[in-house]
């Protein structure tokens, strides 16, 4: 059985996935619910910021990559 903390958010991953595509944007400002915001901070390396009246500044920055050539 899995937990309810294990799920993913379907409508948060598309969300993420259409806002961040590429990988050229990495800070953008998202309306979310206070929920989907606990979510994404946990299950992707971003970070965000609460900006007021449901919207949250979300940054790929700070997130490491690392390239094989």
């Known amino acids: ?3 309810q903390a294990n799920t993913t958010d379907p409508i948060l991953d598309a969300l993420v996935s259409q806002c961040f595509r590429g990988g050229e944007v990495l800070l953008r400002e ?3 619910t206070p929920e989907q915001a ?3 901070a ?3 390396p971003a970070r965000v ?3 007021g009246q449901d919207w949250y500044e979300i940054s790929f920055q700070e997130a490491s990559c690392f390239y094989v050539n």
Do not use: I, K, V
Request: no cysteine.
């Open 30 to 32: 998202l309306r979310l």
């Open 49 to 51: 910021e609460p900006l």
């Open 38 to 40: 606990r979510r994404l």
């Open 1 to 3: 059985m899995t937990s």
């Open 42 to 44: 946990a299950d992707y």
